[in-house]
């Protein structure tokens, strides 16, 4: 059985831009969005559930922090108490600071490798760098290494 997970939109956004957008529902189910990354993502996907964090004031209180979109899904994620899919530094501190597991792009490719959907993530990387992710060295060096590459 796939876990639930709540999504940012640069998740979104990077995946489709190389090609690999259903590796979420490919790896978890259901794959929640609150309204504003849906808005920012701008299309939608039938395996994409949009649902709205109901705690209005965490919400504003995320929106002094870090962006709308950010806000949304933090709060989302905290509320259900599933895992986030976020990449943005000061996000994740955020989230972690909320106890919000949280996994990354790169993390979600590494995920993909390790339950034999991709052959290798090497390819992956590339491409997400040649499309303006923002991938450190380490970074790279670490998924490489989880995903036995």
Do not use: H, Y
């Amino acid at each position: 059985m796939k876990e639930p997970v709540v999504t940012n939109s640069t998740c979104l956004i990077s995946l489709e831009r190389i090609g690999q957008l259903d590796l979420l529902p490919a790896l978890f189910e259901p794959v929640f969005i609150p309204p504003k990354v849906q808005e920012e993502f701008g299309s939608m996907r039938a395996w994409l559930v949009e649902q709205a964090p109901q705690n209005a004031a965490l919400v504003m209180a995320l929106k002094q922090l870090v962006d709308v979109g950010e806000a949304e899904a933090i709060a989302l994620a905290f509320e259900q108490k599933t895992t986030l899919v976020l990449d943005d530094r000061k996000a994740r501190q955020v989230a972690k600071r909320l106890g919000v597991r949280i996994i990354g792009t790169v993390g979600i490719l590494v995920r993909a490798k390790k339950q034999g959907i991709l052959a290798s993530i090497r390819p992956q990387l590339e491409a997400l760098k040649n499309v303006g992710f923002r991938i450190t060295p380490e970074l790279e060096q670490e998924a490489l290494r989880l995903a036995n590459e």
